[in-house]
């Protein structure tokens, strides 16, 4: 049996194989579900590893998400202090009851139904993305030929940006979730994005647009700020995600052949598939963290008032005590429950969307290319480590 910790971890982010979280993270695990963590600036904090109290302090508002109360789990370009002031708009990283008036307004935009009258534009741009790799050069970059280019076309259109100012985006939006990024790098991307939505909105201002940011502007209840704080987070929330399921979900496809030809024979499996490709690879991997507003007890332990905890939802995601086999990639498996889309207040807001992407997209793609196979050795694919959000950077594929 594995030792508890005896002294604080660190966030672990180093991992033996392509799509299971760092080793000790699981073996910690089985210690329980709490342990003593050092954060990046040096905080005394807590690692949560166990689905059950995940979910218990996701759901729990005396933690908060407030940007200024939360400590950076691994080192971060814009961690120092003075970098963390809140964006407007930015609901995200806000508390309850602010928190809920742009919840309130975006909810409606989001619904299963308004996603199900989606589809149809999400098969034909499927369908253009797959023509054009048909047309193209082998092999080739399946996250610029396909993943990437999926979700982008959707959001834009969806929030009413130009497809076509996607490269600015694009670069902007990469440089703020690469951790290597230096600190001027983060903040000039994020200065440049922040400039280019406000700048949208403005011309929504001037001239009315049939879209979610037109229709939040003509609403009048959100201020230019406020709408440039939303904008930002729903294009970089709404691509970069989806856009790495799809290429990390195809990668691990590639290396189990039964459970691809599952899900490309089968049109009965997409559904389950695609919670089972988000439970088993969990692209969000460093976080998310909160902070207790007040002491909290939890598993035996005392958080005190103004303590983070860091969630690593791989981790709780392979919990055998709520999964069972949890290593295992079974694409049929009745995979709900699982933390991708976080829990509580924050819970995804686009994840109806993001599902009706996948669902389309995946099993779109396999029976396309019956012989889609990996034109590189796995070992050299390009992982992307250091990036808020896992996935790879490249996935060179041919058929
Ligand atoms: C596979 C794709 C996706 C994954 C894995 C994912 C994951 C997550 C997670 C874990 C959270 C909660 C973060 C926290 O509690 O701190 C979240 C929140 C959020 N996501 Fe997603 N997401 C995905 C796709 C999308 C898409 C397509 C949109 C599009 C519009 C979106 C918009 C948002 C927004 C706005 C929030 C903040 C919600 C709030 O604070 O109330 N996400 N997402």
Same mark, same amino acid.
């Given at each position: ?11 672990? +982010? ?29 905080? $005394? ?15 729990? %508002?005396?933690? @908060? %998400? !407030? +940007? ?20 407007? *708009? ?10 809920? !008036?742009?919840?309130? $307004? ?20 499927? @369908? ?49 979730? %690469? ?16 400039? &280019? ?62 459970? $691809? ?5 089968? =049109? ?11 439970? &088993? ?50 694409? +049929? ?13 924050? /819970?995804?807001?686009?994840? /109806? ?9 995946? =099993?779109?793609? $396999? !029976? !396309? ?18 990036? +808020?959000? &896992? *996935? ?8």
């Amino acid at each position: 049996m594995t030792e508890a910790p005896s002294r604080p971890v660190t966030f672990p +982010t180093a991992r033996r194989h392509l799509f299971d979280p760092p080793g000790e993270v699981l073996q910690w695990q089985r210690q329980g579900a709490l342990h003593r963590m050092t954060f990046a600036d040096g905080h $005394l904090g807590w690692l949560l590893t166990g689905h059950s109290a995940a979910r218990t302090v996701l759901a729990d %508002n005396r933690f @908060s %998400n !407030r +940007t200024e109360l939360t400590h950076p789990p691994v080192a971060h370009p814009l961690a120092r202090q003075e970098n963390r002031q809140p964006l407007p *708009g930015f609901f995200l990283r806000m508390d309850q009851p602010e928190h809920t !008036r742009f919840r309130r $307004l975006l909810t409606g935009q989001f619904t299963v139904r308004r996603m199900r009258q989606l589809e149809p534009r999400i098969e034909e741009i499927t @369908s253009d993305r797959l023509d054009a790799m048909e047309r193209g050069d082998r092999p080739a970059d399946l996250v610029q030929a396909f993943a990437l280019p999926i979700p982008s076309l959707v959001i834009c259109e969806l929030l009413g940006v130009p497809y076509g100012d996607r490269e600015q985006f694009q670069r902007d939006s990469a440089a703020l979730l %690469n951790l290597e990024s230096s600190a001027e790098q983060m903040g000039a991307a994020l200065v440049d994005l922040m400039a &280019y939505m406000r700048d949208l909105v403005l011309r929504k201002r001037a001239e009315p647009a049939d879209d979610l940011l037109g229709g939040l502007v003509a609403g009048g209840e959100l201020d230019d700020e406020e709408l440039t704080g939303v904008a930002l987070l729903l294009l970089i929330a709404g691509h970069e995600t989806t856009a790495n399921m799809l290429a990390l979900g195809t990668f691990a496809l590639l290396r189990d052949p039964a459970q $691809l030809a599952l899900l490309r024979d089968d =049109p009965a499996v997409a559904e389950s598939a695609v919670e089972e490709l988000l439970r &088993y690879l969990t692209i969000i991997h460093m976080g998310p963290v909160r902070t207790a507003l007040e002491d909290v007890e939890l598993d035996g332990h005392l958080i005190r008032a103004g303590e983070s905890v860091a969630f690593s939802l791989p981790a709780a995601n392979r919990d055998p005590e709520r999964f069972e086999n949890p290593d295992t990639l079974d694409v +049929t498996r009745p995979a709900t429950g699982h933390l991708s889309f976080g829990h509580g207040i924050h /819970q995804c807001l686009g994840q /109806q969307l993001a599902r009706a992407e996948m669902r389309i997209a995946y =099993p779109a793609l $396999l !029976r !396309r290319f019956p012989g889609l196979r990996l034109a590189v050795p796995p070992e050299e694919v390009p992982m992307r480590s250091h990036m +808020t959000i &896992y *996935g790879v950077h490249r996935l060179p594929v041919t058929w």
